[in-house]
């Protein structure tokens, strides 16, 4: 009997467990995937990862290189997939969407040695750069998306830099974020404190959220000026970035 209603409530129990994978975990997997994901180079261009996996980095990679993303670039335009791969390749080097679709057109009139024709077509083919990004990408995984939600970017190296201006828009947004957020919070904090009678009845709550973001504001720049680093102009932008880093980052000894 025991073992009977057993099988029954675990038959109860199913539709719901099965509802709660297929909408929230599988979702969230799928999520977290897509944020480190990295496919595109290698299920486009096969051949290319594996001669470009085989070159050291120096120089230029070998002819074999040149011949396999000559042909794949085609084939990839005919099974339209080149698209996915040039966005990929583009969000990481401006340029390289326009480069990938200018050969591919071209394959039909491209000849051995597909080094020189190649690099007669667009010299962009001739930058080890250029062939250090592929190379680089022929990763399944990437930290490349998470590193620029922190405006924080690869170099062709492979190490981890500050994102360019143009591009260093996340952290301001965190920040406002938690300034809004964080106000929000605090006077519905001291809103519902002064319905059960715990705070006096002449406390400004709006007053107090508004002293209470200053204070922590400046808090944040107490540590900026006294935190150990040569005096440095503090302009709206840097006093922003740093208070983004601490936010983000916590005090930490510089």
Known sequence: MASRANLFAAALIAPLLILVVASFIVPLLVTLYTAIGNPEVRATLPRTTAAVRAWNGEGLPPEAAYAAIAAELAQAQEGQSIGQLSRRLNFEQLGMRALLLKTARASDHLAAPYKDALIALDARWGDPELWRLVRRNTSALTSLFLLRSLDLTLTPEGTVAQASKDDAVFRALFYR???????????????VRKERDELREDVDVEAAAAMFLASLTGTFIMHEVFGGRKVEPLDDERVLNEMCNTFLRGVMRR
């Open 177 to 191: 974020t938690f300034v809004v957020q964080g106000r929000l919070l605090f006077t519905e904090f001291l809103s």
